[in-house]
């Protein structure tokens, strides 16, 4: 008896791929659409940074250092920070005490209308800053303030420096091995997934792009803070992205560094928002959604 003959498959192995590719192709274009169309526009100088007679990132330094500390609902980790930071600064003769005692001149607060995200705060302070170098610092004090002289130290080894522009990156990549044992699998998933699409899509030469202590020159953070788009905490990638796009030095320095509780980093959604951000940021450059523009000091 002879057996019934098999089915034709509609698609031959070749024909299926060929349709794969192009709906891979579709859907590639799709995207860069949808990241061009909703890219915003060039970042303007922020209002805040206008009221009065704020300072002003264009106008020549008038301190040799400003510290940006963004802070949302930090009132049990700030204290502790701003006391260690003060503490330290006090013996270089930098600052005594909070502003209420000693007014604006040593410590000042830029408080926002709405919550902007820690790339938001960053931009704002950094545009507001006085100094010749410009220090990025958390609010939870997970780097001890000391180490900026650490930063400090890297920052002079990347004289003599191009157009007065550099930066110095804290890093904790040194503690990765210490940091996995005390992860879940899932959050150390979730890291390693996050470091490759950093390396792939945006910034190849820092390890640990995220650590949040960072000194720049006054030029370099005009610069950079003027291209900026990101405003959430994806920030500290499309920074370093625009570093290496106008071929800023940049130095990666160990640091000290301890886990303080009360992140306001939610793991999985956080990271989920971070790798959309990045691969926004590499596609809106691509596609010319977003431009890189130079500025100049008055």
């Given at each position: 008896m002879a057996l019934p003959p098999l089915p034709s498959l509609p698609l031959s192995l070749p024909a299926a791929a060929l349709a794969l590719a192009a709906l891979a192709a579709f859907l590639l274009v799709l995207i860069c659409v949808i990241a061009h169309v909703t890219a915003k526009t060039m970042p303007h100088e922020d209002a805040e940074c206008r009221k009065g007679s704020a300072p002003n990132l264009h106008d020549p330094a008038t301190r040799e250092l400003s510290v940006v500390v963004p802070s949302y609902n930090e009132e049990n980790r700030l204290p502790l920070m701003m006391d260690e930071a003060l503490d330290y600064l006090?013996?270089?003769?930098?600052?005594?005490?909070?502003?209420?005692?000693?007014?604006?001149?040593k410590v000042r607060v830029i408080s926002l209308e709405k919550n902007r995200g820690?790339?938001?705060?960053?931009?704002?302070?950094?545009?507001?800053?006085?100094?010749?170098?410009?220090?990025?610092?958390?609010?939870?004090?997970?780097?001890?303030?000391?180490?900026?002289?650490?930063?400090?130290?890297?920052?002079?080894?990347?004289?003599?420096?191009?157009?007065?522009?550099?930066?110095?990156?804290?890093?904790?990549?040194?503690?990765?091995?210490?940091?996995i044992a005390?992860?879940?699998?899932?959050?150390?998933?979730?890291?390693?997934?996050?470091?490759?699409?950093?390396?792939?899509?945006?910034?190849?030469?820092?390890?640990?792009?995220?650590?949040?202590?960072?000194?720049?020159?006054?030029?370099?953070?005009?610069?950079?803070?003027?291209?900026?788009?990101?405003?959430?905490?994806?920030?500290?990638?499309?920074?370093?992205?625009?570093?290496?796009?106008?071929?800023?030095?940049?130095?990666?320095?160990?640091?000290?560094?301890?886990?303080?509780?009360?992140?306001?980093?939610?793991?999985f959604w956080s990271w989920l928002q971070m790798g959309r951000d990045l691969l926004f940021i590499r596609l809106r450059y691509m596609t010319g959604a977003w431009k890189l523009e130079a500025k100049k000091c008055n």
């Amino acid at each position: 008896m002879a057996l019934p003959p098999l089915p034709s498959l509609p698609l031959s192995l070749p024909a299926a791929a060929l349709a794969l590719a192009a709906l891979a192709a579709f859907l590639l274009v799709l995207i860069c659409v949808i990241a061009h169309v909703t890219a915003k526009t060039m970042p303007h100088e922020d209002a805040e940074c206008r009221k009065g007679s704020a300072p002003n990132l264009h106008d020549p330094a008038t301190r040799e250092l400003s510290v940006v500390v963004p802070s949302y609902n930090e009132e049990n980790r700030l204290p502790l920070m701003m006391d260690e930071a003060l503490d330290y600064l006090e013996k270089r003769q930098v600052a005594k005490e909070y502003c209420k005692k000693y007014g604006s001149d040593k410590v000042r607060v830029i408080s926002l209308e709405k919550n902007r995200g820690k790339g938001g705060a960053v931009r704002t302070g950094v545009f507001s800053s006085r100094g010749k170098t410009i220090l990025m610092a958390d609010a939870d004090g997970a780097t001890k303030f000391a180490d900026i002289e650490k930063v400090e130290e890297g920052l002079k080894n990347l004289q003599p420096w191009p157009e007065g522009m550099a930066i110095s990156c804290g890093s904790r990549a040194h503690l990765e091995k210490d940091s996995i044992a005390k992860r879940s699998y899932f959050r150390t998933l979730l890291m390693y997934g996050f470091h490759f699409l950093v390396w792939f899509l945006c910034v190849k030469e820092i390890r640990d792009t995220q650590c949040g202590f960072k000194l720049l020159t006054r030029q370099a953070a005009l610069q950079t803070f003027s291209n900026l788009h990101i405003e959430r905490w994806a920030f500290d990638v499309e920074l370093l992205y625009i570093a290496q796009r106008l071929k800023i030095p940049i130095a990666e320095v160990a640091v000290n560094w301890t886990e303080i509780e009360g992140s306001k980093l939610v793991p999985f959604w956080s990271w989920l928002q971070m790798g959309r951000d990045l691969l926004f940021i590499r596609l809106r450059y691509m596609t010319g959604a977003w431009k890189l523009e130079a500025k100049k000091c008055n």
